[in-house]
């Protein structure tokens, strides 16, 4: 049972550059979320979706931009990256939309020179 | 502004001692208060969870202890091992939404 599985884990842009970060679980979770980890800043919910079809702010959605493919998938695109995008981005899953342990994936670790 | 406030930042313990770790929230709509785990090059793993109706919840050597009056909520780690080494965030969350504390990286002595 692999989780919450993200790809690329690591990746490097310049500037100016965009991508696309993959996430997929196979717990049969409704609510997905994006955060991005920085030094001293704990994680900051980036966006969420709460449900197959929605998706809403988070505290940082400055720069991205989600989609919820299907239940299994959400994705976080940055049309044009910025050094200040420079993160670990982690996507994380939760059984229903309210106050449940969240599962984590693995991380991607984004630097944008 | 920060939810959720953790501290200390860094917590060196030896082996065998307690490790304690606080956090405070002034948002009285929290009503779920989770601990993370996390490894070096791994995602945050949920630990243990407490609801604000309960004062204290014990799994193994893993404690939290809730004060609701006081909006304050702390992890304590008993007979603490090397392999609990890791950064600790305490959580705060309202439906939908889970705050984060900004972590604190226990390293624990052999």
């Known amino acids: 049972n692999a989780g919450v599985t993200q790809t690329p884990k690591f990746q490097v842009l310049k500037t100016g550059q965009s991508m696309t970060l993959q996430c997929a679980q196979d717990m049969n979770h409704n609510s997905m979320y994006w955060y991005r980890q920085d030094p001293g800043m704990g994680l900051r919910l980036i966006y969420y979706?709460?449900?197959?079809?929605?998706?809403d702010k988070g505290e940082v959605p400055n720069g991205y931009n989600v989609s919820r493919l299907n239940k299994r998938e959400f994705s976080l695109r940055l049309e044009s990256a910025a050094p200040s995008q420079t993160s670990v981005y982690f996507c994380?899953?939760?059984?229903?939309?309210?106050?449940?342990?969240?599962?984590f994936g693995s991380g991607t670790r984004l630097t944008v020179v | 502004q920060q939810q959720v406030k953790q501290s200390p930042q860094s917590l060196i313990v030896q082996k065998g001692g307690i490790s304690i770790i606080n956090c405070a929230y002034e948002n009285t709509a929290f009503d779920y208060f989770p601990w993370y785990q996390q490894f070096p090059g791994k995602g945050p793993a949920l630990l243990i969870a407490i609801r604000p109706d309960v004062s204290e919840k014990k799994e193994g050597r893993f404690t939290i202890s809730f004060n609701k009056s006081a909006k304050q909520f702390s992890l304590h780690i008993m007979d603490s091992q090397p392999g609990d080494s890791a950064t600790y965030f305490c959580?705060?969350?309202?439906?939908?939404?889970?705050?984060f504390g900004r972590g604190t990286q226990l390293t624990v002595w052999p």
């Open positions: 994380a899953s939760s059984e229903e939309w309210g106050n449940y342990g969240y599962t």
């Open positions: 959580a705060a969350s309202m439906p939908g939404r889970l705050y």
């Open positions: 979706s709460a449900s197959e079809g929605t998706t």
